[in-house]
């Protein structure tokens, strides 16, 4: 792996740590389809880094053909139905956030 490339996968997933961005995953039922919720999240926002979009069929794509997803999801490849789950079901507000709206 080409050094530049493992860093930038690095450097997103610190910055995901650093920030607490993974107070917005609401994943009671992550462990059924069987990925790491907080990779999931590091791979969305990897892709949205290098290409500025991704579609699910992209980060479903990405995960099987470009080493930075396979080296970060560590060989697993979840379809693009899972992706599609994740954000749709698991991407939340932060409990911090909604008590912030509602004083």
Same mark, same amino acid.
């Given at each position: 792996m080409n050094p530049d490339s493992k860093s930038i996968v690095n450097t997103v997933c610190a910055? =995901?740590?650093e920030a607490g961005l993974f107070r917005y995953i609401h994943n009671p039922n992550?462990?059924?389809y069987g990925y790491s919720?907080?990779?999931? +999240?590091? =791979?969305? +926002?990897l892709a949205y880094t290098l290409?500025?979009?991704a579609s699910v069929?992209?980060?479903e794509d990405y995960c099987k053909h470009d080493i930075r997803?396979?080296?970060l999801m560590q060989g697993e490849q979840p379809s693009f139905m899972s992706f599609q789950c994740f954000i749709s079901d698991d991407l939340t507000e932060s409990d911090k956030d909604k008590q912030t709206v509602k004083e």
């Open positions: 910055a =995901c740590e992550r462990d059924m919720s907080q990779k999931m +999240l590091e =791979c969305v +926002l290409f500025g979009y069929r992209q980060l997803f396979i080296y």
